[in-house]
């Protein structure tokens, strides 16, 4: 089930005001027309926090890694792209005094972008077959358009 809209930052400073005038909370809610346990929910919140802002709500783990260390890490990949996730947690444990597994650093490397693949290796052409190339190609310069038609 889906949650109700948020409700605005003058509202939530209305229902601390009449809570601070030790109004109920059933009274609160029909004077501002909406449920109790939504006012009851803004004044424990104020209570607890002394805060007035919006419910944040956080959906998952928080990542070991702040964005500036990711990119430090992005950075350090484009430089060196031979360098290995493990060699890269040492580098991240010694130098942001962080304990990160191997497999944390390869997630945030695929997030932005670089993935742990091998680049295709880059065809041998010796000097003969370059020499044979060149000739096939000087032979077929001057042909015509039709030539080249299937």
């Given at each position: 089930?889906?949650?109700?809209?948020?409700?605005?930052p003058e509202?939530?400073?209305?229902?601390?005001?009449?809570?601070?005038?030790?109004?109920?909370?059933?009274?609160?809610?029909?004077?501002?027309?909406?449920?109790?346990?939504?006012?009851?929910?803004?004044?424990?919140?104020?209570?607890?926090?002394?805060?007035?802002?919006?419910?944040?709500?956080?959906?998952?783990?928080?990542?070991?890694?702040?964005?500036?260390?990711?990119?430090?890490?992005?950075?350090?990949?484009?430089?060196?792209?031979?360098?290995?996730?493990?060699?890269?947690?040492?580098?991240?444990?010694?130098?942001?005094?962080?304990?990160?597994?191997?497999?944390?650093?390869?997630?945030?490397?695929?997030?932005?972008?670089?993935?742990?693949?091998?680049?295709?290796?880059?065809?041998?052409?010796?000097?003969?077959?370059?020499?044979?190339?060149?000739?096939?190609?000087?032979?077929?310069?001057?042909k015509p358009?039709?030539?080249?038609?299937?």
């Amino acid at each position: 089930m889906a949650r109700g809209l948020d409700v605005s930052p003058e509202f939530r400073k209305l229902i601390i005001k009449l809570y601070l005038e030790n109004r109920s909370l059933r009274a609160i809610g029909q004077y501002v027309n909406k449920p109790h346990s939504t006012v009851q929910g803004i004044i424990i919140k104020y209570t607890e926090t002394g805060d007035l802002s919006t419910n944040h709500y956080q959906a998952g783990r928080p990542s070991k890694l702040t964005i500036r260390e990711q990119r430090s890490l992005v950075v350090s990949v484009v430089k060196n792209p031979k360098i290995t996730s493990t060699i890269l947690s040492q580098n991240v444990q010694e130098g942001m005094q962080k304990q990160v597994c191997s497999q944390t650093i390869r997630n945030s490397l695929n997030n932005a972008g670089n993935h742990g693949r091998v680049a295709r290796r880059k065809q041998f052409i010796s000097k003969a077959y370059k020499k044979k190339r060149l000739e096939l190609s000087k032979m077929h310069l001057g042909k015509p358009d039709p030539f080249w038609g299937n």
